[in-house]
């Protein structure tokens, strides 16, 4: 039974380009958290998402920053016009629902140059 | 709104010594979840324990126990037998237990752990 993936691992970006970071949930589970790691620092919450639908995103920056979670395929953090300051570890965690354990992915570090 | 804080950036153990790791954290609600995490160089997230605040038992796994004080909401995980492997990054984390928008966890800054052989 495969764990959360993460794709790609290790991302490295010039300012001003597009990231997008791919999150496949464990088998059944329909639930999506993504959360993001600055050096030294403990993981912070950007969005919630279900299936379609987007639960909460009140971690999420307001602006260059979104996410989605097709019907069919894997979640998707995509970061416009990355700045240096986007450069952190972001983590993909699943569940099956709400009130479940939350599983977490390796990570894709995002390095801005 | 609800914090985590792990007062201790760094701790040291001998090879099959016990280490304490402290956690506090603020909240208003009862009904909730405290989680360690351990975060090895390989930053894969491992779920270590988990306690139901309305349980009063400590929760045991192996090596790894806690002592959870609800009245001073103080959540802290003893290792025992310490081993190499032990090394890693800690984090306490918090969680509502109820769904919607409250269902994110809330993680501490972190405990870096090394283990001397």
Redesign the interface.
């Known amino acids: 039974n495969a764990g959360v993936m993460q794709n790609p691992r290790h991302l490295v970006r010039r300012r001003g380009q597009e990231a997008r970071l791919r999150c496949s949930p464990m088998k059944g589970h329909s639930h999506v958290?993504w959360?993001r790691q600055l050096p030294?620092?403990?993981?912070?919450?950007m969005v919630?998402l279900q299936k379609e639908n987007i639960?909460?995103e009140?971690?999420m920056p307001k602006e260059r920053f979104s996410a989605e979670f097709p019907k069919e395929g894997p979640s998707i953090l995509r970061i416009q016009q990355v700045v240096r300051g986007d450069s952190a570890?972001y983590?993909c965690?699943s569940s099956r629902?709400?009130?479940y354990?939350?599983?977490?992915g390796?990570?894709t570090?995002l390095t801005v140059t | 709104a609800q914090t985590?804080t792990q007062s201790q950036p760094e701790m040291s153990v001998q090879e099959a010594e016990t280490v304490t790791l402290s956690c506090t954290y603020d909240t208003s609600e009862s009904d909730y979840y405290l989680f360690w995490?351990k975060q090895p160089p390989?930053?894969?997230?491992?779920?270590v324990i988990?306690q139901e605040a309305y349980k009063q038992q400590n929760a045991t796994e192996n090596r790894f126990s806690v002592n959870f004080q609800k009245a001073a909401k103080s959540f802290s995980l003893k290792i025992s037998d310490s081993q190499l492997g032990d090394a890693a990054m800690y984090?306490c984390a918090y969680k509502l237990?109820?769904?919607?928008?409250q269902?994110?966890?809330?993680?501490?800054?972190?405990t870096k752990l090394s283990v001397k052989p």
């Open positions: 958290y959360y030294e620092e403990g993981l912070k919450f919630y639960i909460d009140s971690g570890a983590f965690a629902g709400e009130l354990e939350q599983y977490f390796p990570g570090r | 985590v995490y390989s930053r894969q997230m491992i779920l988990r984090f237990n109820y769904g919607g928008s269902g994110n966890l809330i993680f501490g800054k972190g």
